[in-house]
């Protein structure tokens, strides 16, 4: 399974970009990078995924290395709804070449300050 | 739209027992995946079921299997359930099978005494 890094917790202040990091060294050239989040006492919510170039959507952008070895999940203004442990997961592929699973890791608690 | 819904929302069983929890994907969706979350870990897959069809498998022992019916709600069945079963159950839907997004049901926690 491909596995990636992530910091066990952050801190951050309400209305402030938070980064989080994800190494990924041994990402192969097919491996989509996706990050999702879980809310206190709530299944996975998907936040954003990619492959090679940068991505934003309404919740958060997903910067990715040249090399693919490192992604940056940001969120440009932090809010109290947005403390959960969020997850950087390369997509697996399971069987076939066409299904997939996903590998989470333990993840990074975001604490979000008033 | 309704979103994935799963039931039981809690559940205690003995060990020893048989479980069978369920889950409904978002209407359109084909395919379902079931993980399993132990307190303080990430979730863990478990299976994956693409057009009826068992696609992938994680590893957990025998005593789990699953099945997806022809309207593509799916079955989680434990036997023989251990205390190590203890754990939130989630099921997640997407409409293919490598779609990028998963969309996660809240989950069936099942405590094992």
């Known amino acids: 399974d491909a596995k990636t890094t992530q910091p066990n917790s952050m801190e951050s202040n309400e209305e402030e970009p938070v980064h989080l990091p994800c190494n990924h060294s041994?990402?192969?050239?097919?491996?989509?990078i996706h990050w999702y989040r879980q809310l206190p006492s709530q299944g996975p919510e998907y936040v954003i995924h990619?492959?090679?170039s940068n991505v934003n959507n309404r919740m958060a952008s997903l910067a990715i290395a040249e090399d693919r070895k490192s992604s940056t999940l940001i969120l440009h203004r932090a809010t109290l709804r947005d403390a959960a442990v969020y997850y950087c997961i390369l997509r697996d592929v399971i069987s076939g070449g066409s299904n997939y699973k996903l590998t989470f890791g333990k993840g990074t608690l975001l604490t979000v300050n008033p | 739209d309704a979103g994935v819904t799963q039931s039981p929302t809690h559940l205690i069983k003995t060990r020893g027992q048989h479980v069978t929890l369920r889950c409904s994907p978002i209407s359109g969706h084909k395919s379902v995946s079931w993980y399993q979350q132990v307190l303080g870990q990430g979730p863990q897959f478990i299976f994956q079921y693409y057009e009826k069809e068992e696609r992938g498998r994680g590893n957990f022992p025998d005593r789990f299997s699953a099945r997806q019916f022809p309207n593509y709600s799916s079955e989680l069945n434990v036997n023989a359930l251990l205390l190590g079963d203890s754990a939130l159950y989630l099921c997640a839907s997407s409409p293919g099978s490598w779609e990028g997004e998963q969309y996660f049901g809240p989950g069936t926690r099942l405590t094992v005494t």
């Open positions: 990619g492959l090679t």
């Open positions: 041994t990402i192969s050239g097919t491996d989509y």
